[in-house]
Structures are given as structure tokens and as C-alpha cells.
């Protein structure tokens, strides 16, 4: 196992340029840390391509069975200059990023148009995966999937539950060319509540913008726009919470 005790080197460098938008494309790879997104990323049979450990920590044993040819065991203040986090765990994982996966439409898919917070779209990602659905689609404008704050908030359900970029527009169409429904979220006169609505094939959902929602053009072209009554003093729900909430009621 190498050894690397200093942020200037050449390796320790490249891994930081993981942890930006343009470095992980160029590389088609990118960086997770922590124990839980390890493991899960080993569980799930995901492309880890190298393994960094800081001196202090001990390789657990579901470690010692990754697959990798390059380990790395790496000082403390390494460590700390790869971890987006205050305290880290000392451990990371360089994890290659997949081919998007075919489409096979057989359970719901989330849609996200627009929803910019990493921490929102991981916590979707993650409610998607608890409410058993088959897909994401991360629309334009949303945050990057391998955005550490986005990793860190799915918990590893994205190795769990297809991933998938691209124009909501285009999978809207998709749906309903299918004969499948598909819901939008809106507060407007068009919408009706949530209440009551259930399904029991697969349709789509889309939940929009943390400020502005879903786009006009798009609830133009849903089969149905859907609203959560709120009966406190709130003027609206995190879209996270919101998305979560109807994810669960309307799939059974």
C-alpha cells in the first residue's frame, strides 16, 4: 500500500479535481467518503477503482474484499483536504461513473426540474429509493448527482435506483406514449389535491424548482398537477418533504 503524506502530490491532486463538476467529467470518475457510501458502493457492485485511507484507520474486513489494484494510505492532513466535511471518517473511495442504464419503465419515476440544492436532490434520491421507485431523472438546471453534498445526502441510494439526465419534456412524452400517467406539482387553480389519488402501475412525477416550481410548460403538459393541502401557518413545503410525501401516497 503507497504511502502519501503531502497535499502537493500528484495523486492527491487529481483526486481533489473529483470533487468539481468539470474534474469529474473529464475523469468519469468520482470521489465518496465515508464508511456507509463505501460499503454501499461495494454492495452494489459499483466500479471502485481506488481505495484512500487515512493512517489512522484500521481496514474493516468488507474492505479487505474490494476488488481494487490501488490502495493508498494517506496522512491526516491528505485526508482533511479531500473530505468536504468539518471531521471525516478517513476514509474514501474513487468510484467510476456508470453508463446510464437502459430504460426498462416498470415501477415510477421521480422527475426534478430545476431543484438546485444538493442536499434536495439526494434526500429525493433517497425517498425515491424508499418508496420503491424505479428511476430518477435529473432534468436541467438540478444539481449534479456527484456533487458531495448530493452523495452525502442520498446515503448510497444512488447505487441503488437508475440515474438518469436528460429533458423532462422528452420523458414526459415517453410516459404517455406508453399510456402512463404523469403528475405534476403545482399550487395553482389547476391543481387538485393529493388526497385520494393512487397507483398501481408506473407513472411519473415531477417536482420543481426550490423558488419558482415546476415550469409552466411542463404542467401544460402533465395528465394531472397535484398540490398537498397544508393546514398550519406554512406557506409551502421543502420540496424534498413534498416530494417524499406524494411519493409514498400515490405508489402503492
Not at 444538493?118 to 434520491?125: D, F, K, R, S, Y
Not at 398537498?228 to 413534498?242: D, F, M, R, T, Y
Request: with cysteine; proline share 2%.
Amino acid at each position: 500500500m503507497e504511502k502519501i503524506e503531502s497535499t502537493k502530490n500528484t495523486k492527491v491532486k487529481q483526486w481533489k479535481k473529483l470533487l468539481t463538476k468539470k474534474g469529474r467529467t473529464k475523469a468519469k470518475q468520482y470521489i465518496i467518503e465515508g464508511h456507509h457510501l463505501i460499503e454501499e458502493a461495494f454492495k452494489s457492485g459499483a466500479s471502485i477503482e481506488c481505495l484512500i485511507i487515512s493512517d489512522h484507520v484500521e481496514l474493516t474486513e468488507w474492505m479487505k474484499q474490494i476488488e481494487t489494484n490501488e490502495y493508498f494510505e494517506v496522512s491526516e492532513n491528505v485526508a482533511m483536504a479531500l473530505s468536504e466535511t468539518g471531521t471525516t471518517q478517513g476514509v474514501f473511495a474513487v468510484v467510476g461513473i456508470p453508463e446510464e442504464a437502459r430504460i426498462v419503465i416498470d415501477k415510477p419515476y421521480l422527475f426534478l426540474d430545476g431543484v438546485q440544492d444538493p442536499g434536495n436532490v439526494g434526500t429525493l434520491i433517497r425517498s425515491a429509493d424508499a418508496a420503491g421507485f424505479g428511476g430518477v431523472v435529473l432534468g436541467e438546471g438540478s444539481a449534479d448527482l456527484y456533487n458531495p453534498k448530493t452523495l452525502r445526502s442520498t446515503q448510497g441510494s444512488h447505487f441503488h435506483i437508475a440515474m438518469y439526465t436528460g429533458i423532462i419534456e422528452e420523458w414526459i412524452n415517453h410516459f404517455q406514449t406508453a399510456e402512463y400517467s404523469v403528475y405534476g406539482t403545482a399550487l395553482d387553480e389547476r391543481a387538485v389535491s393529493y388526497l385520494g389519488e393512487k397507483q398501481h402501475q408506473p407513472f411519473g412525477l415531477i417536482v420543481g424548482n426550490e423558488g419558482a416550481g415546476v415550469r409552466a410548460a411542463l404542467l401544460e403538459l402533465t395528465d394531472k398537477n397535484l398540490y398537498i393541502p397544508i393546514k398550519g401557518q406554512a406557506e409551502s413545503l421543502n420540496v424534498a418533504i413534498a416530494g417524499s410525501i406524494l411519493m409514498f401516497s400515490l405508489y402503492q
